[in-house]
């Protein structure tokens, strides 16, 4: 059964990723119960290959390491961005660089123990909350969007608004200097006119005390909580979106 879902699965990804199949699949041998299981196997395996062959795809499903045939037909694909380009939500790669992009701009912190000014442009806040320090992330995603089983674009922008989401929160809090944001276009520090984030304490005492608390509070119903509303509201919505996708387009000119 497990091969059947095998050849389902590579075939409705088939036909999202908007490929045209070749002829040649609609001329295959039936498969029923008077083929013994290796024989099933086998005639799954070439037509998972066929397609996967035909569509210039490669579909990483770990249920095909056994299928011997398709095996070998897929990695003549265009490998794992191809695959990617038929889905709708961030590979798990690409959603662990994204949080870790998202964290990559306090590093900065360390210039504290370098004795460098907070002020400086090397300092907290600086270089590495910049627009052009984002920009730099993503084009590394960009160019690593093959590793990360994403289209290059997605995994590009991906990774650039994950970082830069950072220095625009900062830009949000109530405390300490503002964000070098157009560096190195200015090195003046910027916040933006809303300050409903409670700025984050420099000492582990205080991040665990009350000041941090209330950080924490801050940021639970100014940032996750919205987010999480507008994710429920997106996933609310989305079944209604493609059910108006098919009338748009058969709508006259």
Request: aromatic content about 8%; overall charge positive.
């Amino acid at each position: 059964m497990d091969d059947f879902l095998v050849l389902s699965d590579i075939l409705l990804f088939a036909e999202a990723s908007g490929s045209p199949q070749h002829d040649s699949l609609t001329e295959i041998t039936p498969i029923d119960s008077s083929n013994s299981p290796d024989e099933r196997r086998e005639l799954v395996a070439g037509r998972v290959g066929a397609t996967a062959e035909n569509c210039g795809v490669y579909h990483p499903d770990p249920r095909l390491a056994n299928l011997g045939g398709a095996r070998r037909r897929m990695r003549t694909g265009a490998g794992p961005v191809a695959a990617a380009a038929a889905r709708r939500r961030p590979t798990r790669r690409l959603l662990l660089v994204g949080v870790a992009a998202s964290m990559v701009p306090d590093l900065d912190m360390i210039s504290f123990k370098l004795g460098v000014a907070y002020a400086d442009s090397m300092g907290h806040r600086g270089i590495t909350h910049s627009l052009l320090f984002a920009l730099i992330l993503g084009v590394l995603g960009f160019l690593l969007a093959k590793r990360l089983n994403a289209r290059p674009w997605v995994a590009g922008l991906f990774v650039f608004m994950s970082c830069v989401s950072h220095g625009l929160l900062d830009m949000c809090t109530n405390g300490g200097l503002g964000v070098a944001f157009l560096w190195p276009l200015s090195h003046e520090r910027y916040f933006l006119p809303w300050h409903f984030i409670q700025v984050a304490p420099l000492s582990l005492k205080e991040l665990f005390g009350p000041r941090g608390q209330h950080m924490l509070y801050s940021g639970l119903h100014g940032v996750w909580l919205p987010c999480l509303l507008f994710a429920a509201t997106l996933t609310a919505v989305r079944p209604s979106l493609k059910e108006l996708r098919p009338a748009r387009a058969a709508a006259p000119d």
